[in-house]
């Protein structure tokens, strides 16, 4: 009721190379654009196939995403990428590093939360 959506924020995958972006389709200017943000890509280190999954968003111009990849199941770890659209550089790109995988994580208040499996029992939560 009488709201009306801006902008969208959605990952997503080059065609060629494999990379995974974070976008920022904004509908606010006289012809939309995209904002269109690497965050995967073997330049930066990150093995072939890394998805950004899931991504999440909220009202800030700030998107995380769980770095999902084969090296980091095998390894039990996680990483957690921060892109802030207000500075879309790579160098700007801040990564969570987490000791164990990434099930799923939330934003709330400035703070982020991941659920993770224990690398060591293999089958808790905690």
Request: contains cysteine.
């Amino acid at each position: 009721d009488g709201c009306s959506l801006s902008k969208v924020a959605f990952s997503g995958e080059h065609p060629v190379t494999s990379a995974f972006s974070a976008m920022l389709f904004d509908f606010r200017r006289p012809m939309p654009c995209v904002a269109d943000f690497p965050v995967t890509s073997i330049r930066q280190g990150h093995p072939v196939g890394t998805m950004l999954w899931p991504l999440r968003a909220g009202t800030s111009p700030k998107v995380y995403a769980n770095l999902l990849h084969e090296e980091g199941r095998r390894q039990r770890r996680g990483t957690i990428a921060m892109v802030d659209f207000r500075f879309p550089t790579p160098e700007r790109c801040v990564c969570f590093e987490l000791p164990d995988q990434v099930d799923d994580f939330r934003c709330f208040g400035g703070s982020l939360y991941a659920a993770c499996t224990q690398s060591d029992a293999g089958e808790g939560q905690r």
